[in-house]
């Protein structure tokens, strides 16, 4: 691969960064919520491991189906196509809605299903009450994603980072209140954390579409009429299922994997959330690389310019993959002194200081599959990387782990073992399709047509 311009790699970070930090500062607002949780017990730690696992696997596919934005706004922005953006970001707030309401509907008989799941009985009651509150942040989190998208692809980043700061710290002071009962208000543990992350989800939703009115006033006011049209919705709807789908088999899989964690045991359970806690913060510089890739992409490809596409794509890998060696090394050098900041319970601490290495290993392969990923969203190709995140994890992945997890005395780390091998075949199969995809021309993907052609249509 012909390393990327000087040029490219200082325009790729530019945008990246503020990425990066949004990403982060999502994600810390989890790693918040298990540090506080995981001062109360381990029973309390494992159960809303088990509850957020069980809420994000459902609203994950909403998530990544939401990211259509990514290669309709920014295509669009690309070919200075206002309209475009306008009924790009409009079609998003109806998604959003239908998907909100639909996602609340199927999370609702969470505590039937972990029973039939065999999950710890004695975490199921607590798990189910995370839940069920945490209802309450759907339609706010679907619809902070379509503010968030929309306004990366104008590349309008600073005010989604003031807003994911002031949510970090409403989080974490929330937290405080509800879990350990402070200031009146009584100590309910993990459900206090659910109660936090609720409050703090309304609370990005309402400051970013208040900050970032004047970016998308345009793009929002006036409503424009064929917004509403079935024909066009559906063809968004078309292009955006897959990557949700996408997302589902990656975070499904892991989610299987923290099931199988709960059968193994409760304190296998608690060093699980951990170690895949970590693996998940440190994820989201390549995701949010892979984000910024998907833009400057995008761009090109509204533009018609091949050249800029693959330059693009070459930057976001040296970056994304740079900085997953570099945490990769950290998680093989001082995995105990990582795990003591998360629990004091010396059975846990024990297995999460094991696990983590692992996590370690395929730190490299997530970098690769996560800006392959975000390239070819750029590019409007959906359907391709469902494929390969179903034959990698679950026909490749899953099987490894459940092998080395119960048929072998690995047990848990049998299981993260199984990961490596997903993600390997993953990120070969994306970065093969990335290859195969830059080598020709690019253009504007078909939503974007058939939105322009319907506008036309008397």
Known sequence: MRLPSRTELLAMSHLAMPVV???????AMGVVDTLMVGRVSA????????????FMTLIVPAQGTLMVLDPVVAQAVGARDDEGIARGVQRGFLLAAVLGVACSLLILPVHPILKLLHQPPELVPIATSYVLISILGVLPFLGFVVLRQSL?????????????????????????????????????GAPGSAWATVVSRWLMFLLLFALGARSLYHAI???????????????MLRLGLPIGLQQVLEFGVFGAIGVLMGILGTTEMAAHQIAINLASLTFMVPLGVGAAAAVRVGHAA????????RESSRAALVVGVGFMCVTAVAFLAVPRAIAAQYTNDVPVLGLAAALIPIAGVFQ????IQAVCAGVLRGLGDTR??????????????????IALGFYTPLRAAGLWWGFVAGLGVVAALLLYRVRLRLRG??????????????????
Do not use: C
């Open 21 to 27: 930090v949004a990403q982060v500062g999502l994600m």
């Open 43 to 54: 029973v309390a730690l494992a159960s809303v491991a088990l509850g957020n696992l069980y």
């Open 152 to 188: 990366m692809a104008l590349t309008r980043m600073k005010v989604i980072i003031v807003v994911i700061l002031l949510a970090n710290l409403s989080n974490a002071f929330l937290n405080w209140v509800f879990v350990y009962g402070h200031l009146g208000s009584p100590a309910m």
């Open 221 to 235: 006011v006036p409503w424009r009429a064929e917004s509403l049209h079935v024909a066009p919705l559906l063809s």
């Open 302 to 309: 509204g533009a018609a310019d091949a050249e800029a596409a």
């Open 364 to 367: 490299v392969f997530d970098g």
């Open 384 to 401: 391709m990387p469902f494929l390969i995140n179903l034959a990698g994890f679950w026909l490749a992945g899953l099987p490894v782990s």
């Open 441 to 458: 021309p690019v253009a504007r993907t078909t939503i974007e047509a058939d939105l322009m052609h319907f506008a036309t249509d008397p």
